[in-house]
Structures are given as structure tokens and as C-alpha cells.
């Protein structure tokens, strides 16, 4: 599969896209949220009364960083439009992190002021004091007519949504999406995902990160689609609107994918209308793709980060069964390239027009070609396609072998007696590194000693070693088992390994 080039004909800014809908279909739905729709002329009408306010009521200026703490809100988009139509700049905080975790974010990037939902009002309310900033409830940002129309001060390479990186390697970092960054973004999955007018998207990931925000929805109001907004994920509420409100696509990684599984309404749910379930994650577990295709479902993965749009390659619904494993193609306008490496696999380096140039407030994301270098490894098949094997940081070089972790953790996954599982490298005088398989088991697995050897292993740890003997060579073997309650995670799914090595070292995994 080759790489098309970008249209010619995109809009320039986030304004051109919303008064280009509500133009041409006024009255079609493009928002549903708490049982009420929004077509895409309300949409733009919001907007604009937004904007008015947001400029002559909460004093907000081009530049200026306005913070939103809250579950999923359709005012949540307004407020990002507005934004855009005055050049100013939208910064979603994970309301998972701890408090101290937003102050970090908010020293950084020094917001005007703060927005929030009322189920956030109380934290909301406390963050504003400790840093003197003004706070508003995003109930007001139209409650009332606000004076004049505010006209447009957008650029294409204005920043209109700052994201903070999910901190699994490091200290988080704000990455500067520009209009230009968006828009090309939403071009990307709009052609990789077939998306038009006909599309009902339902999004019930957040839209804090680019994943919730930019692979689905935000594509879907380029596309004319309507999307089901939820304030976040519930996995009945989710089977009780694919059933009843008939979406033909939706947004999932790995933990939501197995919640969904796991519950009861799963087996009497209808699908027929689902024509892909598109998931965020370098990675997907082999069982939860199976589950998925037993109910006639096609699971495409999307791979990219919070830098890079985070669209960037595609696995399409006709590859989906014969490239299961598989992150796909390069999306649209995007070039990917393997730094070289001597088994064929290689970090990933990603460059296009989505991907962002600065994290806040002007540290460079990319190299000096504009390469962004994801950390990730993979290898590129004959047909194009890339499969990711790991992290960089994860890779384990045990007694001179390279050992990519996302290979075993795969089998592992497929085995039943594990509902999750992570391999991570501990320090050895011999070996350099072994490795440790740090497993959330199924069951009363662990309940059961057998004798295997010098060793006193359980039932599970006899068991899982076995089946991975049977697949893989000797030396990728894990020589320790540790069985966990959970795994640390990011609120997209990811483990945590760094945490989860510190927690292992101290003695608090799990």
C-alpha cells in the first residue's frame, strides 16, 4: 500500500471546518450527549457565543492557555473551537492524575484560567486558589447571549491544544498541536477509517488525550458523521448504545476491549451496525482481537502518540483478520522509517504534517529533518505493513541476546490463565538482565505449590512456563514469576513498566 499525498482543498483553521459544516447541513446531528443532540449549526452558534465570551467576559487573549478539568462534555469541544477562533490554546488535564500531577501541569504551561464541569467543581475550584487563577464553570461559557461576534484571529501554525504526554518514560510534556498539526491529523483518519456523512462514531474515551479527542471524533465532525459522546467509559452504558443508538464505529484500547468482554450483556449484544472497532494501542492482546472477530467485529489498530496526532499508521477492516498483530500501513501524508538495526527491527521515526513541532514552550519534538522519534521498535514486513515488538527503554539484552518483551507478553495474554501480564528486565551478575514476568492471574491459579526442580514453583508458574518452552526459544524464558493484583497504568490502557520496576525494587508491585 503506497502513501497518498494530503488534499489540496483541507481548511485552513478549525473555524473553516465548523462553518463549513454547519453551511452545507445546518441541520444535521453532529453531537449527542446527555440524551440531548446538537446539529452543527447549534454547534457553530455555541461556538461563536463562546468565543464572545471567552474574549470580553473571561479576558482571554491570543496566546493565552485555558486549562479544562471534567469528564467528556460537548462544550469541551465548543470551548477547543472557540479557542481556535481566538487564537488561544486548549489544556485538557487527565482528571486521573493526582493533584500534585496538575500542578506540574499547570506551572508549565501558566494557563489564564481554568474551565471545568460540575463534577469537577470541588477539585476545580481548589486548583484555581492554589494558583490564583480564575475558574469557570463550563455551564456559563453559554448560559446567557455574550456581546458582539468575535472575529477570527487563527493561523494554520497557531497552537490551539496543548497535551501533556502520558509520563511513562519521564516527566510529562505539553505537545503544541497547531490548527495545522489537527487538521492534517483529522485528514489522515478520515481516509484510513472510510469515514462520511453516514457515520454514527461513538466516543466514550476521554478526551484529554489525543486518542479519544483525535482519532475519531474530531475526524467525524470533519467527515459530516454524528458522534455519541459519553462522559466517560462504562462498559454497559457502551453495550447499551451500540445496541440501541447503532454506531458504526467506535474508539477502544486493550482495558476497555476486555471490560466490554467481560460483562454480562456481552453475548446478547448486537454488532451487526459496527462495521470496525478501531483501537489505540501499539499492541493488542490476541485474545481480546479473537473475542472481537467471534462477534463478526473487525478490530483495526491505530498506532501513533500524543506528538504525532496521534494518527499516524492504520490497519484497515479488509486486514484486519490476516494482519491481526499488525499496526498497518502509513496514513495519509504520513512517511515512517526504521532507524537500521542488525535483527531487522528498529526504533520507529515518524514525520508529517501532524506531527508537532515544539512541546510548550519551545523545546524541540522533532530532529532537525522533522523526524519525531516514537521510542517504539518494530519491524516492517514485505508488504509494507509494521508490527511494534516494544519500547526502546523495554528492550531486555540478556546474555547478549536482544529479548523484545511485547512478544512473550502476546503469548502469555493468549494463555487462560492470565487475564494481564508485563516482562521487564532485572539486573543479574551473569546474565546482565533476566527476565521477570509480572502476571494478574484468572481465577484461584495461584493457590496450588508444586515442586519443579531446586525450585518451589506454584501450579501457574509450572504452567505458564511450560506453554512458553513450547513457543518460544530458551533464552526469552522469564526466570521469575511474581503474581499481581494489577498493573500500574496510564488512563489509555498502557503499563507503567518504569513504576512497575520501581515497585518491584521496593516490594509494593501489586
Keep these: 500500500m503506497s502513501t497518498p499525498s494530503l488534499s489540496d ?43 464572545a465570551r471567552l474574549a470580553n467576559e473571561w479576558g482571554v487573549r491570543s496566546g493565552d492557555r485555558v ?35 496538575w500542578q506540574a501541569v499547570l506551572a508549565d504551561c501558566n494557563p489564564h484560567c481554568l474551565a471545568f464541569d460540575e463534577s469537577w467543581q470541588s477539585q476545580a475550584g481548589e486548583l484555581a486558589r492554589s494558583r490564583a487563577l480564575a475558574a469557570y464553570s463550563v455551564e456559563s461559557l453559554i448560559a446567557t447571549p455574550a ?54 462514531v461513538l466516543t466514550v474515551l476521554p478526551l484529554f488525550h489525543v486518542g479519544g479527542l483525535c482519532i ?3 475526524p467525524a465532525l ?38 466490554m468482554i467481560d460483562h454480562p450483556d456481552w453475548p446478547g449484544t448486537d454488532f451487526t451496525t459496527l462495521r470496525a472497532v478501531w483501537a489505540g494501542s501499539s499492541v493488542l492482546p490476541a485474545a481480546l482481537v479473537d473475542a472481537f472477530l467471534q462477534r463478526g467485529i473487525a478490530v483495526c489498530n491505530v498506532y501513533g502518540a500524543t506528538e504525532t496526532g496521534p494518527f499516524s499508521v492504520a490497519l484497515p477492516p479488509a486486514q484486519a ?71 526502546a527503554k523495554d528492550m531486555i539484552i540478556s546474555g547478549g541476546e536482544n529479548i523484545y518483551p511485547a ?20 539486573p543479574d551478575a551473569r546474565w546482565g538482565e533476566v527476565l521477570a514476568a509480572v502476571v494478574v492471574l484468572k481465577g484461584e491459579n495461584c493457590q496450588y505449590p508444586a515442586e519443579k526442580g531446586d525450585e518451589l514453583l506454584s501450579f501457574w508458574e509450572r504452567e505458564l512456563s511450560d506453554w512458553l518452552q513450547q513457543r518460544i526459544a530458551r533464552y526469552k524464558l522469564p526466570r521469575r514469576w511474581i503474581a499481581v493484583n494489577a498493573l500500574p497504568r496510564t488512563a489509555l490502557g498502557k503499563v507503567q513498566k518504569a513504576v512497575l520496576m520501581r515497585q518491584l525494587v521496593e516490594g509494593t508491585a501489586g
Design 9 to 51: 482543498h483541507a481548511p485552513a483553521v478549525l473555524d473553516d471546518l465548523l462553518h463549513a459544516r454547519a453551511q452545507e447541513a445546518p441541520d444535521s446531528p453532529a453531537v449527542q450527549f446527555a440524551d440531548a443532540w446538537y446539529s452543527y449549526g447549534k454547534l457553530a452558534r455555541r461556538t461563536e457565543r463562546a468565543a
Design 67 to 101: 486549562a479544562w478539568l471534567g469528564f467528556n462534555h460537548v462544550d469541551q469541544l465548543v470551548l477547543l473551537f472557540a479557542l481556535g477562533r481566538l487564537g488561544a490554546i486548549l489544556v485538557p488535564l487527565n482528571y486521573r492524575l493526582a493533584p500534585a500531577e
Design 147 to 200: 456581546p458582539g461576534p468575535v472575529v477570527s484571529v487563527a493561523r494554520p501554525d497557531s497552537p490551539v491544544l496543548l497535551v501533556y504526554t502520558s509520563g511513562t518514560t519521564g516527566e510529562p510534556k505539553g505537545a503544541a498541536h497547531t490548527h495545522a498539526n489537527l487538521l492534517a491529523n483529522m485528514l489522515a483518519a478520515v481516509s484510513a477509517q472510510a469515514l462520511s456523512r453516514d457515520d454514527t
Design 216 to 218: 475519531q471524533t474530531l
Design 222 to 259: 470533519m467527515a459530516g458523521a454524528s458522534v455519541l459522546l459519553h462522559p466517560r467509559f462504562e462498559p454497559g452504558a457502551t453495550l447499551a448504545a451500540i445496541r440501541d443508538h447503532r454506531p458504526t464505529l467506535t474508539l477502544q484500547v486493550p482495558a476497555t476491549m476486555k471490560a
Design 321 to 391: 483478520a490476516s494482519h491481526a498483530g499488525s499496526c498497518g500501513w502509513p496514513a495519509l501524508g504520513v512517511e515512517v522509517r526504521l532507524a537500521a538495526s542488525a535483527d531487522g527491527v528498529g526504533e520507529v521515526l515518524l514525520r508529517s504534517p501532524a506531527v508537532v513541532r515544539h512541546y510548550w514552550p519551545d523545546r524541540p519534538a522533532v530532529d532537525a529533518e522533522g523526524w519525531f522519534h516514537s521510542g517504539d521498535l518494530a519491524r516492517r514486513a514485505a508488504d509494507g505493513s509494521y508490527t511494534i515488538v516494544g519500547r
Design 407 to 426: 512478544e512473550i507478553e502476546q503469548l502469555l495474554a493468549n494463555h487462560p490463565m492470565v487475564a494481564e501480564c508485563a516482562i521487564v528486565g532485572l
